[in-house]
């Protein structure tokens, strides 16, 4: 959706990579129905360019690919290569519309695949050169870019960028940066080449993907790669939902998503996996539009805006309730009551309260709205 009224907003580019980084995650596997059914998902949403998979696995995710590209002719895949020959032939023989080529750049993943930096700049662009050849798009992967030297960087970005790729993924591929070393990156990588050929690549293992991701795009980035759930190694990816949800609530920028189906894409995905979403997780937890406090609860029966960010329809989330527990108060119940409130004077509605807030403590618990009415009846008949 437009934000601000802009007459010329900033499009983002979304890259799902669940089905290949997201697929890296522990004990997660995809079968054809599987990846069929998330992509479908995430295209009837809005995503139309997906990392769908490592060519060079073998032949089942080379014909997965094959199969997914015939059935879905409008999106762009992207297979994962190493930057070698043979893992591009196998990215080209299954039809990939763009062949992305990783290479190291940083000093630890660069000893460890026994390369130098001077190997990576002579091989780059002959390697680039094949899937042009073939007619392919191809986007190259600075792989641990936020531990690389700067001016190496910057080098390793315009050859790529000079030998015709059509983009370069920033990785961090430990989740080091944080918001404001992100800024200070992309400012000086963005003097090199314009945001169009930039793609943010975040990783969550301090809890700041989603954080570093928006400032890249806010910094002048136009691409950047997500997963459903934020699934994928270790502490996981900059998550889909958490990223487009703070696009358009805290941002002049804009992205093509339907936020409506945020809940459903998230569970098919959380189902898949055979994995839980958190009950805080941010956007689609179910208690993040449950509230209990008094304060907050009294604010939100006068404006919904005091302490909600956004209709929670928006994401297709349920519609916000109320819970009583050790901190709620007597509006809350009130509110919970409707029209049996009526009946009861302040003071029973006070002792019932405190009844229920008695047993919250003691087991640690609250109370839904369907049990508070249930057992305010109750209350009343003794």
Sequence with gaps: MLKNNEENPRYIELIDTTLRDGAQAPHVSFSYSDKKAIISALFNAGIQIFEAGIPAMGSEERNDLMKLKKLFPQCTFIGWCRANEKDIDHALSCGCDCVHISFPVSAVHMDIMHV??????????????????????????????????????????????????????????????????????????????????????????????????????????????????????????????EVVMAIIETTSLYVKFNTSAISSVCKTVAEITNSRIPDNKPITGKSVFLHKSGIHCNGLIKNRNSYEPYNPELTGHAPSKFCIGTHSGVNGIRYILGDKANSASVEKLREFLKTLQNIARSEKKSFSENEVRDMFHNYVEL
């Design 116 to 241: 130098n930096d001077k190997y990576i700049l002579d091989n780059l662009p002959g390697l680039i050169k094949i899937p042009r050849a073939n007619q392919r798009a191809v986007s190259v992967g600075a792989q641990d870019a936020t531990r690389a030297d700067l001016p190496f960087l910057k080098r390793f970005i315009s050859t790529a960028f000079d030998a015709g790729a059509q983009r370069v993924r920033i990785a961090d591929t430990v989740g080091i940066l944080s918001p404001m070393k992100t800024r200070r990156l992309f400012e000086h990588l963005l003097e090199t080449v314009p945001g169009d050929v930039l793609e943010f690549h975040g990783h969550n293992d301090f809890g700041m993907a989603t954080a570093n991701t928006i400032t890249a795009l806010e910094t002048g980035v136009d691409y950047t790669s997500v997963t459903v759930n934020g699934i994928g190694e270790r502490a996981g990816n900059a998550a889909l939902e």
